[in-house]
């Protein structure tokens, strides 16, 4: 499986794909720019001096197990599958659910959202002549964007409503982006990059297409499914409830959905707004996977040490492995039935009910009235 990076005509994303070996080719950098140490800075609420050099020292040598720019393996049509991140993450972060999902014979678009609410993302924008000509690709410079974080005063609710609205558009277009791929039409990389755009012509299974994301990204998932039918079921990590509009719990998403919930994010209002939205719909699920926490669906709990593990609430109870296996297999369970596939990802199908070691169907919070005193 392999990755690279896009941006056209407002899309902006990380493509992971099912590639042929390459012992020759370096593996993607987990975190590629130093701006998005400083980024999680603010989102941290660190001085970027001091996060910067955190971050550079834990993890500025890491590499996720993708090579970039590899060579497509043609020869078949994959399923597709788009993927929202939370908040104050960002396209990359999400590897291990990714690259699973690529080996498995998926190509996996993640997106990085520009509405402010990832840690730090960027245009590219054209250099003028003026100035420096060092930096790759050519006559093009990063436009950074940063965390934008509330304003004194202002409703939590409205902007992240605002933001889920713009995030679920993002998504249809990386949508839309790869199928201009694959039906050959000729697209632009302004990052440099020595991929064949051709060889992805023809390898979509138009058919077969998903949404998938965390916490916000959760949220975005339900956006999403509401406004594009090509989405033919979601999967929401751990989602938050809040960005999600009223109208959105009338009837307005029609396909199946899977909520996988950590033990330890979630909390009664959200839950309950997830039930409502599940309402009596029997290709709507959710299961929660014991002992762990929110950090167990992105990266940083596979590469974070103890003390840092424990400060930030990187790593739950259960094995940060074994919390994301349970994960990707109901994933792939979910996806196997609701898209069709002609796979072997039935045999965890009793994950998607909630049936195995360290997974309960539904939730662990009490959503019940509070009996009167």
Not at 38 to 48: A, E, K
Not at 280 to 295: A, E, R
Not at 329 to 335: G, R
């Amino acid at each position: 499986m392999n990755r690279m990076s896009v941006l056209q005509e407002g899309s902006f994303l990380r493509l992971y794909y099912p590639a042929y070996d390459a012992t020759d080719i370096e593996e993607a950098r987990w975190i590629p720019d130093k701006e998005y140490y400083q980024g999680l800075s603010d989102f941290l609420n660190m001085y970027r001096v001091v996060g910067e050099r955190l971050f550079h020292y834990y993890v500025g040598s890491v590499t996720c197990p993708a090579k970039s720019n590899a060579a497509f393996k043609p020869g078949e049509k994959y399923p597709l599958l788009v993927f929202s991140h939370g908040l104050g993450a960002f396209r990359t972060i999400y590897s291990a659910i990714c690259i699973e999902m690529a080996s498995q014979g998926f190509i996996v678009a993640a997106v990085e959202h520009r509405d402010e609410s990832a840690s730090a993302t960027y245009y590219c924008k054209r250099r003028s002549v003026s100035e420096s000509q060092e930096e790759s690709p050519p006559n093009m410079e990063k436009e950074w964007i940063y965390y934008r974080k509330l304003k004194t005063g202002e409703e939590e609710r409205c902007l992240r409503h605002k933001q889920v609205q713009q995030r679920a558009q993002e998504c249809i277009k990386a949508l839309n982006l790869i199928l201009r791929i694959n039906s050959g039409e000729e697209v632009t990389n302004v990052l440099h990059s020595d991929f064949d755009w051709n060889s992805l012509k023809d390898s979509v299974d138009t058919s077969r297409i998903a949404v998938m994301g965390h916490s916000f990204g959760g949220a975005t998932v339900i956006e999403s499914l509401s406004k594009e039918i090509r989405f033919r079921c979601g999967i929401a990590l751990d989602v938050w409830m809040l960005p999600v509009g009223d109208d959105i719990y009338q009837n307005s998403v029609q396909q199946p959905l899977l909520f996988i919930n950590s033990e330890k994010f979630q909390w009664a209002e959200n839950i309950l707004k997830i039930k409502k939205l599940i309402s009596n719909d029997t290709n709507k699920k959710m299961i929660t996977i014991k002992g762990s926490v929110h950090q167990s669906f992105p990266d940083f709990t596979f590469v974070s040490g103890g003390i840092i593990a424990r400060f930030f609430k990187l790593k739950g109870e259960i094995d940060p492995n074994e919390a994301i296996d349970i994960s990707n297999h109901a994933s792939l369970a979910f996806l196997q039935k609701h898209l069709s596939l002609k796979k072997d990802f039935d045999q965890w199908d009793s994950l998607v009910d909630g049936i195995g070691p360290n997974v309960i169907p539904g939730t662990n919070i009490d959503t019940s009235p509070a009996e009167p005193e």
